[in-house]
């Protein structure tokens, strides 16, 4: 799965999809494609990506209590 940097616009590719569905999880291990060879795997906070359209990324994998209101 790829996502997007929302700072630069560059291009992620997850490393561990359980990492992005996971909404316990703050951060994500991806690899950054600028070029012909992907990045080293580094550690990203799930706030600084968006889909590739720029959409963000659902609730329900941000917030564990996304269903409570107060």
């Not at 992620?12 to 992005?20: I, M, P």
């Not at 580094?42 to 359209?53: M, Y």
């Amino acid at each position: 799965m790829f996502l997007k940097n929302a700072d630069n616009g560059d291009l992620a590719q997850v490393v561990n999809l359980g990492e992005v569905t996971d909404p316990n999880a703050t951060s994500v291990t991806v690899r950054y494609h600028a070029g012909e060879e992907a990045g080293d795997p580094v550690s990203v906070s799930k706030s600084e990506l968006t889909f590739p359209s720029g959409e963000a990324l659902p609730k329900c994998w941000l917030d564990p209590h996304y269903r409570i209101s107060f």
